[in-house]
């Protein structure tokens, strides 16, 4: 907990679909200048479906290393793993280079209550696109929902009232298809603002 108030505010990246990306100082996905050790193409994220229990790798491609550190326990470097890689968990910190850009690893769950006048109006064609990102579609409002889905003649109805209390971000379909697509395009270094 100490070493979270130490650590400067880092870039962040999220990742909305499955593929491999690289990290490095020039030419990657999430590109790396606050360390003269990153290499020109330093590792590869490798993330195989986008669910909340898939599994996403790091590979080490670098000269001067990889490092994790997993449940804040001693460094481990990447290089020495099989295949010089190894799975992320949830809370790991990954270190690129002399140690200068250090990242911390995490899953954000986006769960969508659909909450609009007929269940049958969501079509299998946003579903599809909505797993196609990690996200999943509830039915049932609960307190693991991230945000709410309505369309325009929704009546207000308990789940309704309750999400707004709890302050959960109401959606329409028309901005979630657009936010699918921005976001399946590459990594993103903002978080789809619900505002826009």
């Not at 910190?93 to 690893?105: E, I």
Request: charge should be negative; glycine fraction near 4%.
């Amino acid at each position: 907990e100490q070493e979270e108030e130490e650590e400067e505010e880092e870039d962040k990246y999220y990742i909305f679909k499955n593929g491999t990306y690289s990290v490095g100082r020039k030419g990657c996905d999430i590109i790396i200048h606050k360390d003269k050790g990153v290499s020109r193409i330093h590792a590869h994220i490798m993330v195989d479906e986008m669910t909340q229990s898939c599994q996403v790798r790091i590979r080490d491609l670098s000269k001067y290393g990889t490092f994790i550190n997993k449940n804040l326990s001693s460094n481990k470097k990447v290089h020495h793993f099989p295949n010089k890689q190894t799975s992320l968990e949830d809370g790991d910190l990954l270190s690129f280079g002399t140690g200068n850009a250090t990242f911390r690893f995490s899953y954000v769950p986006l769960v969508l209550y659909i909450c609009c006048a007929e269940a049958s109006q969501m079509n299998h064609h946003l579903q599809d696109k909505v797993s196609s990102i990690g996200a999943r579609l509830t039915h049932v409002y609960s307190e693991d929902c991230t945000h709410v889905i309505v369309d325009q003649h929704v009546p207000l109805k308990r789940d309704l009232l309750d999400a707004i209390v709890a302050k959960k971000p109401l959606l329409r379909t028309s901005w979630l298809e657009v936010q699918i697509l921005v976001a399946e395009r590459s990594i993103q270094t903002k978080f789809p603002d619900c505002c826009s």
